[in-house]
């Protein structure tokens, strides 16, 4: 292999991630219970958005990542007279994350061994930005702006680790659910 040709070192960590047979035995222990809470059935079907035609997950994340990034945008740029408004966005994620996380569980319950592997480090990360970002808004709650101004920050590195993994799953390896006839459609016409 020409060394210019060599993937990037976040490929080359991504690539490991998926190999990491570690993670089969976490992986294992999971699957029975993510599989009967979101993962059979007709409410796997409305988590997939069988009823759209396509994962609902993407959409989801949006709301999460969405809010609290406007959260960090006020922290930083808003004042104090933008707090509460910043608060207020933590807890419209927060509230979204269990959905979210609801409908990637549905999505992982039906990958393959590496995308499993993948997710579940994904999950994770995520699960550390919600506990991260809940203790933005408790401290918020207390009067502690600056606080939680600075647990959102560490929240959106976290955060941020997550969306990147997602964006794997969903981007390179193609994990997500859709309607055959979006496979069967030609392309770039």
């Known amino acids: 292999m020409n060394p210019n040709d060599r993937p990037p070192m976040l490929v080359r960590w991504t690539l490991r ?3 990491a047979t570690a993670l089969d035995w976490p992986v294992h222990a999971l699957e029975p219970s993510v599989r009967a809470l979101f993962g059979t059935g007709t409410r796997a079907s409305v988590l997939r958005g069988d009823w759209l035609g396509h994962a609902v997950h993407p959409l989801l994340t949006d709301v999460v990542i969405g809010t609290w990034t406007s959260a960090t945008l006020l922290d930083l740029f808003g004042g104090r007279d933008s707090s509460a408004a910043a608060q207020r966005l933590i807890g419209t994620g927060l509230l979204a994350a269990g959905p979210t996380a609801w409908t990637g ?8 061994s590496r995308d499993k592997r993948v997710g ?3 999950a994770v990360t995520n699960g550390l930005a919600i506990g991260t970002y809940s203790a933005s808004w408790i401290a918020r709650q207390r009067g502690r702006r600056g606080a939680g101004a600075r647990l959102a920050l560490a929240g959106a590195a976290i955060s941020g680790v997550g969306a990147y993994l997602g964006g794997h799953l969903a981007a390179a390896r193609k994990v997500s659910s859709r309607h055959p006839g979006y496979v069967e459609a030609p392309l770039g016409v």
């Open 120 to 122: 579940l480090v994904h």
């Open 105 to 112: 569980w549905a999505e992982w319950s039906a990958a393959g």
């Open 17 to 19: 991630l998926e190999d």
